[in-house]
């Protein structure tokens, strides 16, 4: 199975600045889509951002403006930058490789983000 790991999570102001970061433990071909999700206490899984195979964004309601996704410097890594967070963008945000065929679906651990004074 292909290890995702994510950093860069932590304490942030609302209105603040914060960049994620996910990279695979080994390489990995043909990666169909890299995508950022979070999960709330007493909320379901939910999809923030994607990045599809080709270079497509695309990103939920609730996050469009203020957060961009990017493949990262690092061979077979995702970045998620967040600008003018909020209270309720506070979860465990995981990454998520997909591949082409679903050769793959891997997860990442979660990283806690939490927006707060």
């Known amino acids: 199975q292909v290890r995702l790991v994510e950093s860069g999570g932590g304490l942030v102001q609302p209105g603040g600045s914060l960049k994620l970061s996910c990279a695979a433990s080994e390489f990995v071909s043909s990666i169909d889509t890299m995508n950022w999700y979070r999960q709330a206490p007493g909320k379901e899984r939910e999809l923030v951002a994607r990045l599809s195979r080709g270079g497509t964004e695309t990103y939920a309601d609730f996050v469009k403006g203020r957060f961009t996704i990017r493949r990262g410097d690092k061979r077979n890594s995702v970045t998620l930058v967040m600008h003018r967070v909020e209270p309720d963008d506070s979860a465990i945000f995981y990454c998520?490789?997909?591949?082409?065929?679903?050769?793959?679906?891997?997860w990442g651990q979660g990283t806690q983000v939490t927006v707060a004074s």
């Open positions: 998520h490789f997909v591949g082409v065929w679903n050769a793959f679906n891997s």
